[in-house]
């Protein structure tokens, strides 16, 4: 039974650039939240999609979007990426009511 | 809004030894669950253990244990016979009662937790 898995593991991007970060979430789950968490800190809620639309959004500017397709898999995209986009970004997944389980992560650098 | 604070941002502790991780919240729901999460150096996020705030009775998964003290907002998890393994980030996190708005966590800074040989 395969978990929450997220790609890639690494990234490496200059300032202005867009990325994509993609997350499957483990099966039978529904919902998919995505989290920041910069070095040294707790993890901070971006958004959160279920049945394929963002339900709840966390304080986070324009530049980050996402989707959820048929499959209930997700992408994050951020645009016009800054400095501080450095982080590593977490997909969690569950069913509407239950605890979150979580991937191993997407490190992002910005140059 | 939610906030949770973890005042001890590191700990140690022997193995085979107990410790105890602190964590305070506040909010104005009075519906609500609160986790311990563990962040091992593998950066994966696991579910220590999880306390629906309408339940009195203390959740308890094998050696991880926590005092739920609802009307102070104080949320400790106890490790007892501590384990190598056990040495890691551990993050406390609200989540208010699922609505039709969604389900998001809200963590503290995370407790860094050694377990010395």
């Known amino acids: 039974d395969a978990g929450v898995t997220q790609s890639p593991t690494h990234l490496i991007k200059t300032r202005g650039q867009q990325v994509t970060l993609r997350c499957s979430p483990k099966?039978?789950?529904?919902?998919v939240s995505w989290y920041q968490q910069a070095l040294g800190q707790g993890p901070q809620f971006i958004f959160q999609?279920?049945?394929?639309?963002?339900?709840q959004r966390g304080n986070f500017p324009d530049r980050f979007s996402g989707h959820q397709f048929p499959n209930y898999s997700s992408e994050l995209n951020v645009n016009a990426l800054l400095l501080g986009d450095s982080a590593l970004y977490l997909c969690?997944?569950?069913?509407?009511?239950?605890?979150?389980?979580f991937g191993d992560g997407t490190r992002l650098s910005i140059l | 809004a939610q906030t949770v604070t973890q005042s001890q941002p590191e700990m140690s502790v022997q193995e085979a030894e107990t410790v105890t991780l602190s964590c305070t919240y506040d909010?104005?729901?009075?519906?609500?669950?609160l986790f311990w999460y563990k962040q091992p150096p593998s950066r994966q996020m696991i579910l220590v253990i999880r306390q629906e705030a309408y339940k009195q009775q203390n959740a308890t998964e094998n050696r991880f244990s926590v005092n739920f003290q609802k009307a102070a907002k104080s949320f400790s998890l106890k490790i007892s016979d501590s384990q190598l393994g056990d040495t890691a980030m551990y993050f406390c996190a609200f989540m208010k009662h699922v609505s039709t708005s969604g389900s998001r966590l809200t963590f503290g800074e995370g407790t860094q937790l050694t377990v010395n040989p």
């Open positions: 909010t104005s729901e009075n519906n609500y669950y």
């Open positions: 099966s039978g789950h529904d919902t």
């Open positions: 969690a997944s569950s069913l509407w009511s239950q605890p979150q389980h």
């Open positions: 999609y279920y049945e394929e639309e963002e339900r």
